[in-house]
């Protein structure tokens, strides 16, 4: 049996789907630079946009398919002559072109929206595959609101394109319908029902609507699915499209229950994500996984003691593996006298245990009153609880940084992620000698604290 694990294609439509995203609109540079960054990055294919939408997405589209060498570059189009005509001659000097032409199949959008019938829909759908394919090997299909159409319609439609010679097929939920066992068992029924399967890859394009676009697209992969459409940030028409981050990482996390490979350099991840946001001028909501300010920051004080100990004990993946600096522990009300300590100790001020004490007593009304405590209000505190008087000992000149009070928590040593006995705290702060007994009261007094 082998142990080879299966290799996921990674479609990037963060410059096509993800821009159509209210206030996420962008210029020809600023797509050709997003594009550079995706390329770094490691996407397999970037949807450079909607040719025929514009003449700026147009130019936008021709001028990444001349600078943009390794990934394939798709642009997109409706079935019709038009658009297909449009895309390809943007897409004409791409090293890897590809057109993906898409066409609506569930009977709410062919009744209101197109006024087609299911075999007039069918007849179209392979024309256009038969004319993309004239000018290019490389034909996805989407078969718009997937989700929605009935399945024995949609094997229909999926074994004219095939035939006709579309390579990938693409299943978008297009309006976010979908939960992760109804289309795990959809994905099945395409694989076994579609004739020469075989050939061709599977995708999934999940929507956001419901909360589950990611758990959709995974369960899709699990069905079978090789090919996933997602976005920098998970941007997208309404409520977003599957976070590309969050694909990923979920597959390097968990590789136990997602034992896929992709070809993405996760360090460039968090650049990617702070291009898009100063782009767009769209921020990242801090409680985003994987690239949101709040992802590997701690406040509450039993979280920032085991951090501080062990970062694995409250991160399951490093900050450097997406490419974020450090993990932080913000001061607050929640925290507890050990991040306390080191910030103190950081600052240039060590404090015998009674000191501290009274130090954190002081640190906790403050937070209560002002939420995050700084930099500057902790030295103020710190002055007005004890004059210079030899309680607390200098370390070094204080400094009074601009930026809010954190602290950057440790890396985990790859060959000793559980390592004790340090004679310095992970900061380089030379520790003060105590008993064993004295070490292990505090450590149990801080987790209490944090309670």
């Known amino acids: 049996m082998s142990s080879e694990r299966a290799r996921i294609t990674i479609f990037d439509t963060t410059l096509r789907d993800g821009e159509q995203s209210p206030g996420c609109s962008m210029n020809q540079q600023e797509k050709v630079r997003l594009a550079h960054q995706l390329d770094r990055l490691g996407v397999d294919v970037i949807e450079a946009g909607f040719p025929i939408a514009s003449d700026g997405d147009f130019e936008s589209v021709k001028a990444i398919a001349e600078v943009v060498r390794r990934p394939i570059i798709a642009g997109l189009a409706r079935a019709c002559s038009a658009d297909i005509e449009r895309a390809w001659e943007a897409l004409r000097l791409a090293q890897r072109p590809r057109i993906h032409v898409f066409l609506a199949t569930s009977d709410i959008h062919l009744q209101y929206k197109l006024r087609m019938t299911r075999d007039q829909c069918v007849a179209q759908a392979r024309e256009a595959i038969q004319l993309a394919k004239s000018f290019c090997d490389d034909v996805e299909f989407s078969p718009e609101d997937a989700t929605r159409t009935d399945p024995d319609f949609l094997c229909r439609v999926l074994d004219a394109v095939v035939e006709a010679g579309a390579t990938t097929l693409n299943i978008p939920d297009t309006v976010g319908y979908t939960v992760p066992s109804e289309f795990a068992e959809l994905i099945a029924t395409i694989r076994r029902r579609v004739r020469e399967i075989e050939k061709v890859t599977i995708s999934a394009h999940c929507h956001n609507d419901l909360g589950m676009a990611v758990a959709n697209a995974l369960a899709a992969v699990s069905a079978g699915a090789r090919q996933v459409e997602c976005t920098i940030n998970g941007i997208g028409e309404r409520a977003g499209n599957a976070s590309l981050e969050e694909i990923v990482m979920a597959m390097r996390v968990r590789p136990d229950r997602y034992p896929y490979e992709t070809g993405i350099a996760s360090e460039q991840i968090f650049a990617a994500s702070q291009m898009l946001s100063e782009i767009t001028g769209v921020p990242v909501q801090p409680n985003k996984a994987i690239t949101g300010r709040n992802a590997f920051a701690h406040e509450a004080g039993i979280h920032q003691d085991g951090v501080l100990k062990n970062p694995l004990t409250y991160e399951i993946m490093t900050p450097k593996s997406v490419g974020v600096p450090d993990s932080?522990?913000?001061?607050?009300?929640?925290?507890?006298?050990?991040?306390?300590?080191?910030?103190?100790?950081?600052?240039?001020?060590?404090?015998?245990?009674?000191?501290?004490?009274?130090?954190?007593?002081?640190?906790v009304r403050l937070a209560d009153k002002i939420k995050h405590v700084e930099d500057h209000h902790l030295l103020e505190l710190i002055r007005d609880t004890h004059k210079p008087t030899g309680s607390a000992t200098p370390l070094i000149e204080p400094i009074i940084p601009s930026q809010e009070a954190v602290v950057n928590a440790p890396a985990p040593e790859p060959e000793r992620a559980f390592a004790a006995g340090a004679q310095t705290n992970p900061f380089g702060v030379p520790l003060r000698v105590a008993s064993e007994s004295h070490h292990e009261q505090t450590q149990q007094e801080d987790y209490l604290w944090g309670v």
């Open 328 to 363: 932080k522990l913000v001061l607050g009300k929640h925290s507890g006298r050990h991040a306390l300590s080191i910030r103190c100790e950081q600052l240039g001020y060590q404090f015998d245990r009674r000191v501290l004490d009274d130090v954190y007593r002081r640190f």
